[in-house]
């Protein structure tokens, strides 16, 4: 077992080095928390099948990584909704975020991938690789494709 920096989260030794700096990305207590009702969470231990979540009150719970996975894509979706895309006369799109101020430029890689400039995409890129990357933008920028 090794303890990562999310203080809550244990990894088990039969989980890959691969896999293990996807779980550091993809899995924390305030996902993991929010997926399950706003609990309270203690420990989460990410097993090679499958997610076991010790509340601070209550039964331990199971959860499947593919749920986790939902959620961890769907954080991204839903703050998508507050973005606004606009066109870019050399690049894909221009997302702006009226709240903050922020804009990201998306463009193309060599194999036809979305690719943002926002260190979420970042960090995201690095460990998934950029067919499996999604931010809030690229979330923003397909939603208004399919609209
Ligand atoms: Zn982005």
């Given at each position: 077992m090794?303890?990562?920096g999310?203080?809550?989260l244990?990894v088990s030794k039969?989980?890959?080095?691969e896999q293990r700096?996807?779980i550091s990305?993809?899995?924390?207590?305030?996902l993991?928390?929010?997926?399950?009702?706003d609990?309270?969470?203690?420990?989460?231990?990410?097993?090679?099948?499958?997610v076991?979540?010790?509340?601070?009150?209550?039964s331990?719970?199971?959860v499947s990584?593919?749920?986790?996975?939902q959620?961890?894509r769907?954080?991204?979706?839903?703050s998508?909704?507050?973005?606004v895309?606009?066109?870019?006369?050399?690049q894909?799109?221009l997302?702006?975020?009226p709240?903050?101020?922020s804009?990201y430029?998306?463009s193309?890689?060599s194999?036809g991938h979305i690719?943002?400039?926002?260190?979420d995409?970042?960090?995201?890129?690095?460990?998934?690789?950029?067919?499996?990357?999604?931010?809030?933008?690229?979330?923003?920028?397909?939603?208004?494709q399919?609209?």
């Amino acid at each position: 077992m090794k303890v990562l920096g999310n203080s809550a989260l244990v990894v088990s030794k039969l989980v890959s080095d691969e896999q293990r700096k996807i779980i550091s990305l993809v899995v924390s207590r305030s996902l993991v928390s929010r997926l399950l009702g706003d609990v309270d969470v203690k420990r989460i231990e990410v097993w090679a099948n499958v997610v076991w979540v010790l509340p601070v009150k209550g039964s331990p719970r199971f959860v499947s990584k593919a749920r986790i996975w939902q959620a961890f894509r769907e954080t991204r979706r839903a703050s998508a909704h507050q973005l606004v895309v606009k066109p870019s006369p050399s690049q894909l799109a221009l997302v702006v975020n009226p709240l903050k101020g922020s804009a990201y430029t998306l463009s193309l890689d060599s194999h036809g991938h979305i690719v943002c400039g926002c260190m979420d995409y970042e960090r995201q890129r690095e460990v998934l690789g950029a067919s499996r990357s999604v931010c809030k933008h690229i979330f923003a920028y397909r939603i208004r494709q399919s609209s």
